[in-house]
């Protein structure tokens, strides 16, 4: 299966909804080449198969020339809720953050192209912030506008407290893009107000404000709208090639096509066929997940891995086997 | 007229409020040497005599052998509202604090006494705090708990819009306090809600939270609740003796109580006589209006340049002189 990428599909595959989708047009035509940022946060100990959609479309932009940038939020992971935690407590924090976001470029690199990405660490710029930059930093917004997050909005509606250093980790995000300047950030849908609050620090600060991609999230593999690892619903990129594929062919029969979709770079077309091949029954959704599970233990480990583990499984499930 | 400090008077003469008033008492028991903060803003071009009141109230603290702390709040001032200034603007602006804190507190010498007092810069500990102390000082407070504060509640009502810097600048001035740890700070009623959020910021930071003393108004010229520099009702500080008065005499008959009680240091049984006196009608008030001018006057600028403008004052109004 061929990776294809053209820019029609930049816009549509795995995208929920763009941000200021005419001014990334402008910018492709133009031949610029663009900057593609992507945050994560180091306190996760684990990615899975959902952290790969953003990858993915940070891979298709570098296909067509684009640079993705990487933002290690080794800053506030390190931070965390500040009540309460001692000096010692916090050079533990560093240590795990650093040794995760090690891990996490591991993982990354076996789905985009890291000659063209760059990789920054927050503290970079936040180990050294002047308190007066961080209240230029806080004067781009009022109070009313960050209120309008859904998650603030749902506290107060519930009447829970709201630390006002969690409204201010709203704006440490969007000054990430302050100092990278990107021209897209990618994310998922729950993003969306992150993402309009850092348009508006970045005009504030004088600069273009950047559009963004906000990605369909990855359905778990119970069918929940979202692949997490809190769920306990999800597809762990470090979890040894048996139990991945075991996973993959256990997901519901109606995600099939969505995780060929959203976790693949099976090209659209064969996309195309494979929907109507299940629909019309040609295809059967236990080869249709063979294929799927092949496929994706092999980018997290290696084709003879998947190959493997595709053997043990279908000897474990002899009868299986026969029906295909 | 003689000035007289006993324990009793410091909780009531020029005091409309006082906050934790037992642990203030339990430490003027213990013997312990008290620290009292002033905080000023330098922003100010011109001192006043409502500005006095509180400077007497620190007074009264160091006739009993306690310390003055002054905060001259030059970073909150050199910020102001940072959007849109220039880095040139606020090379001016940290100038022009410079000159308004010498001024201040040169003003301030007249009435208190220099050798028990501190003074303390907020650039001092500002210009170096780092973005991981910020966001600590963030985490001591809730979003709820800062919208108490009066003139945001109205702001909200009237549908303003608040700036996220603004909330933030009330916690700067209750780090002052963490950073001085003072046991008493003096302010005016409007400082209720801030003096309340330091004590609660102090606790977070480990520290015994100080007790506050509101101090009462001095009223305007025109009888206003209130003598600002804004509202134009006000007796300059640095105003020459001759219209300084000028306007004492010429305050409200209602007032004139209340002036000795507040800007000047004649004794409380003086004042009861003074009141007596005016009530049946056996002191004319302007009589006590020259009392009052003489002695501000006098502290001001001098005994000498006081008696001048009394001479001035009185051979300008000739018939008024006859009347006493």
Same mark, same amino acid.
């Given at each position: 299966?061929?990776?294809?990428?053209?820019?029609?599909?930049?816009? /549509?595959?795995?995208?929920?909804?763009?941000?200021?989708?005419?001014?990334?047009?402008?910018?492709?035509?133009?031949?610029?080449?663009?900057? +593609?940022?992507?945050?994560?946060?180091?306190? &996760?100990? $684990?990615?899975?198969?959902?952290?790969?959609?953003?990858?993915?479309?940070?891979?298709?932009?570098?296909?067509?020339?684009?640079?993705?940038?990487?933002?290690?939020?080794?800053?506030?992971?390190?931070?965390?809720?500040?009540?309460?935690?001692?000096? /010692?407590?916090?050079?533990?924090?560093?240590?795990?953050?650093?040794?995760?976001?090690?891990?996490?470029?591991?993982?990354?690199?076996?789905?985009?192209?890291?000659?063209?990405?760059?990789?920054?660490?927050?503290?970079?710029?936040?180990?050294?912030?002047?308190?007066?930059?961080? +209240?230029?930093?806080?004067?781009?917004? /009022?109070?009313?506008?960050?209120?309008?997050?859904?998650?603030?909005?749902?506290?107060?509606?519930?009447?829970?407290?709201?630390?006002?250093?969690?409204?201010?980790?709203?704006?440490?995000?969007?000054?990430?893009?302050?100092?990278?300047?990107?021209? +897209?950030?990618?994310?998922?849908?729950?993003?969306?107000?992150?993402?309009?609050?850092?348009?508006?620090?970045?005009?504030?600060?004088?600069?273009?404000?950047?559009?963004?991609?906000?990605?369909?999230?990855?359905?778990?593999?119970?069918? &929940?709208?979202?692949?997490? %690892?809190? $769920?306990?619903?999800?597809?762990?990129?470090?979890?040894?090639?048996?139990?991945?594929?075991?996973?993959?062919?256990?997901?519901?029969?109606?995600?099939?096509?969505?995780?060929?979709?959203?976790? /693949?770079?099976?090209?659209?077309?064969?996309?195309?066929?494979?929907?109507?091949?299940?629909?019309?029954? %040609?295809?059967?959704?236990?080869?249709?997940?063979?294929?799927?599970?092949?496929?994706?233990?092999?980018?997290?480990?290696?084709?003879?891995?998947?190959?493997?583990?595709?053997?043990?499984?279908?000897?474990?499930?002899?009868?299986?086997?026969?029906? +295909?």
């Amino acid at each position: 299966m061929k990776i294809e990428n053209t820019v029609d599909a930049i816009f /549509t595959r795995r995208v929920s909804e763009v941000i200021d989708e005419p001014s990334i047009k402008t910018k492709l035509v133009s031949g610029k080449q663009l900057r +593609i940022k992507y945050g994560i946060d180091p306190t &996760a100990t $684990s990615f899975h198969l959902g952290h790969t959609v953003p990858l993915r479309k940070m891979r298709e932009f570098q296909d067509l020339g684009h640079i993705g940038v990487f933002i290690i939020g080794d800053f506030t992971a390190q931070i965390g809720d500040p009540v309460g935690k001692s000096d /010692t407590r916090n050079m533990l924090t560093l240590q795990e953050t650093q040794k995760n976001a090690k891990e996490f470029v591991a993982f990354a690199s076996k789905f985009i192209d890291m000659s063209k990405t760059e990789v920054h660490f927050q503290s970079e710029w936040y180990n050294t912030m002047t308190l007066e930059k961080s +209240i230029r930093l806080m004067a781009t917004v /009022t109070k009313e506008q960050l209120m309008r997050h859904e998650t603030f909005r749902k506290r107060e509606k519930e009447h829970k407290p709201l630390g006002f250093h969690e409204m201010f980790y709203t704006l440490l995000m969007a000054y990430d893009s302050v100092m990278v300047h990107p021209d +897209i950030e990618l994310g998922g849908p729950d993003q969306k107000f992150n993402f309009l609050i850092t348009r508006q620090v970045m005009e504030k600060f004088g600069l273009a404000p950047q559009s963004a991609m906000l990605l369909k999230f990855l359905s778990g593999t119970d069918g &929940a709208e979202k692949m997490s %690892k809190s $769920s306990g619903n999800f597809i762990g990129m470090s979890e040894n090639p048996d139990v991945q594929f075991e996973k993959i062919m256990k997901i519901r029969d109606d995600d099939i096509v969505n995780f060929f979709d959203l976790a /693949t770079s099976v090209a659209i077309e064969k996309l195309q066929i494979l929907k109507s091949n299940l629909e019309s029954q %040609k295809l059967h959704p236990i080869a249709a997940k063979r294929c799927l599970a092949l496929e994706i233990v092999s980018q997290a480990h290696s084709k003879e891995e998947a190959n493997e583990a595709d053997l043990k499984f279908f000897e474990a499930h002899r009868q299986l086997k026969n029906m +295909i």
